[in-house]
């Protein structure tokens, strides 16, 4: 196995295609089919599925391309070190559940190594996608909560696929409203306040359990039900239809503007929000400065 053929297998599956892969890595389109069958058969495993309209990367493929793009990361880093190389297109991702610090986090690595050409990724998505995201390694990083309805699956989930969680900070539950609701005076909310106003939450497709649902107390009966995929559509019910959601109460101004509040829940629960990433894996720069803005942002609610 060398660094080339590790480059070669990144190319072709950013363009999902041996013949523009080979023009843009300058070989023949031969060559560069052998490399890669070498490449497998030594590895012992199927990178890319081959159909008509070009090639598919495999299940067991996006995790051995995960593993590689970290080892090309690292030879980079010696090519800086040593050659002051600097690295063409770095490549980072992020899986979390709704939350506006994760954004603010990935801002700030982003103006920290951006450049003139990167590819990162950040993916708000559901529960168990994050965790099986990291699992994989289609990200670096997780951001998802723990309470005491749906700690003890999360934990054995996280056990299974190998990881380890990683505590930022305590929450008391926080109802999210609209800054012009009819309860939006009042300095501390109960159940009983929102019972005739819309929930919303986040839809979690086939894994739509209360263990994985993204807002506490999910298992509560509610007349009023409506579910979204993003939080654009969520802020925006919140404030057309008098609607709430219940979550970490954290929330950041710059990025969702001043209509939508957090206000307390009188409730004995708490979201122990953290991080997972692969237990014997080392992070990448990115995932290191990632991590200390996330605790930068996060540091004055612990």
Known sequence: MTLQQLKYIVTVAETGNITEAA???FISQPSLTNAIHELEKEM????FNRTNKGVAVSNEGDVFLAYARQVLEQASLLEEKFLHVKEQSPRFSVSCQHYSFAVNA???VIREFGGEKYDFTLRETQTYEIIEDISRLKSEIGI?????KNEEIIDKLIKQYGLKFEELFTAAPHVFISSRHPLAEKEILT???LEEYPYL???QGDYNSFYFSEEILSTLDRGRNIKVRDRATLFNLVIGLNGYTVSSGVISNELNGEQII???LQVDEYMIIGTITQKNMPLS????AYMESLKKHTGSLI
Not at 44 to 47: C, H, R, S, Y
Not at 144 to 148: D, W
């Open 23 to 25: 023009k843009q890595l």
């Open 191 to 193: 159940l009983e306040d």
């Open 144 to 148: 998802l909560y723990k309470s005491s």
């Open 285 to 288: 720069r990115y995932g290191k």
């Open 106 to 108: 990935f801002v700030d």
């Open 262 to 264: 957090a206000k307390p």
């Open 44 to 47: 012992q495993v199927t990178i």
């Open 201 to 203: 939450s986040f839809e």
